[in-house]
């Protein structure tokens, strides 16, 4: 299993995202989240940078300006969505990320917090 870092520039991106009010509340993560293809559309017209921000974590060992060193994506490469944060938290969970968990969830109490 992979093991994962806390990407503390994609954390910084998404409460930006959050402050700014770029985010969807209610989606299905299933329907929005990208695909290979989205993410190719993306590389073409952004750096690995403008990619590596859109992911909660950094595979370990893995090569940067690469997809296998990014994983926990929690936006649209627009927009963070609420369902993203609650994917990538649980999805980190499941495979005991703690740091990734955690940084999932005060990102997704932040985003409550903000709108409340």
């Known amino acids: 299993m992979a093991s994962y870092s806390v990407n503390k520039r994609a954390v910084a991106r998404a409460r930006e995202l959050i402050d700014a009010h770029r985010y969807v509340l ?3 993560w299933g329907d929005v989240q990208p695909s ?27 090569t940067d300006g690469s997809k296998a060193r990014y994983g926990f994506v929690y936006g649209d490469f627009r927009r963070l969505h609420r369902s993203g944060l609650i994917a990538c938290q649980y999805r980190a969970a499941e ?12 990102l997704l109490q932040h985003l409550d917090s903000t709108r409340a």
Request: charged share 30%.
């Open 36 to 62: 290979a293809e989205d993410e190719n559309a993306y590389l073409e017209s952004h750096s690995w940078d403008d990619y590596a921000e859109w992911f909660l974590g950094l595979t370990e060992g893995a």
């Open 95 to 106: 495979w005991r990320h703690k740091e990734v968990e955690l940084a999932a969830h005060n």
């Open 26 to 28: 209610e989606s299905t």
